[in-house]
């Protein structure tokens, strides 16, 4: 019987079209390639029949068991709820997971990322505030979804928006509204950019007036800023971009005596635990925050599973709008 010559990562760098120290460095260290030629590398190595005791590629050995979840402010149930998700599924699929709250700073996540990134095997970022160059360092090294954000040629999972703007605009023109006043999120938000962009396109088919505030933290002391916004040019209703804005405004116009839904109407979104806390109870649009949590972790894990596969997928999930005790006729109607 002939003895089969044994595959050497020279034999790969063949097949692959790489050189020879790249082949050593991904089986070795996949950290120090990118994902797409590690990719390769694996998928050649594993066809060809490649075998060397301690190479970091052995069949799924040379991907780390440990996911990062990275989020904007874990203090936002949104983003909270997202993780749960996201940690529910991961761990019923033998995988634990890393948590690192970046507080809104974009500086932080960048470089709290890049400390870690060799020790796991993917990424998921839930809001991120990193620009698109730092987001496509983090996929060159590792497998990577977007949460709460869309980029094109990223996995993405990402809410219908338009769908549940459309909603709320509906039920507030059904009342009478006539103006609304956007409570903006923070600049550097995809989900801010998108809730605008939707408002802004949707808010004609209604005859709406719109208007927005300055871009703000979502914590409810700029909830109390944006009620000083509104009172010096008053709306008939306010579409907040979180329950936490929206709450900080009900809390002022409390303070100014300021009736609400009888003198203005208050929209949240994502539907939090904070909407039936407040008084009165927050009308709001959900977010899908768990569903987008559990189908991110479903998505990095495949990816892990198929490295040699790059297929890039958005995923839409739809949202709906909850009317509460927050919204009312608008007044003089």
Sequence with gaps: MPHRKRVTIY????????????????LSRPDRV?????????AAAERLGYSKVGAAYSGEAHLAKTLLFV???????????????FQQVASEAGYSTLII????????EHKTIQGIIAKVGGVALAASRLDAGSIKKIEKQRPLVLLNRYMTG???????????VTQVFRYLSDLGHRSVLYISGPEMSWANAIRWRAATQIATQFGLAL???????????SGVAAFNVWNSNPTT???SFNDMLAAGFMHEARNHQVRIPEDVSVVGIDNSSLASLVTPELSSLTSASLEIGKRGAESLIWQLSHRSIRERKLMRLPIDFIPRASTGLAKGS
């Design 11 to 26: 034999d790969i760098a063949a097949d692959v079209g790489v050189a020879p120290s790249t082949v050593s460095r991904a």
């Design 34 to 42: 990118s994902a797409d030629t590690g990719a390769r590398i694996f």
């Design 71 to 85: 989020a904007a402010d874990l203090a936002n149930p949104v983003y909270a709820e997202i993780c749960a998700g």
């Design 101 to 108: 709250n970046t507080q809104e700073s974009g500086a932080l």
């Design 154 to 164: 990223y996995t993405s999972v990402i809410p219908e928006t338009e769908r549940g």
């Design 211 to 221: 208007t927005r505030t300055e871009y703000a933290v979502p914590e409810p002391a």
């Design 237 to 239: 209703a306010v579409l």
